[in-house]
């Protein structure tokens, strides 16, 4: 059912000169992350006149698949290698899909 679906905008910001290693972290994570059962959406967008500012768009069939993920070892590390890397941060919207 589409209403159960979990959506979450994360905004990250990388330290200035780390942007290259910051979105190789992201993209290693976002690829094991679309493997995921429930993943209907992992996109990671770029500010083209920030290249240090990220987005992440995420999508889950529902809430057990989003704290399944939530739970992962490949997040984990990867937040740990995140954090280095980062500026200030991330911040985090979690969103209900109404359809």
């Not at 990388?14 to 993943?39: D, L, Y």
């Not at 996109?43 to 399944?68: G, N, S």
């Amino acid at each position: 059912m589409t209403g159960d679906a979990i959506v979450l905008w994360v905004s990250m910001v990388a330290r200035k000169g780390t942007a290259p290693a910051m979105r190789q972290a992201i993209e290693t994570v976002a690829a094991i992350s679309r493997s995921e059962e429930g993943c209907q959406i992992y996109q990671l967008l770029e500010d083209p006149r920030e290249p240090e500012r990220f987005r992440l768009l995420e999508r889950w069939r529902d809430r057990k698949t989003f704290e399944a993920h939530q739970k992962s070892a490949h997040l984990a590390d990867g937040f740990k290698r995140m954090a280095a890397l980062q500026a200030e941060a991330p911040t985090f919207e979690r969103w209900q899909a109404i359809d």
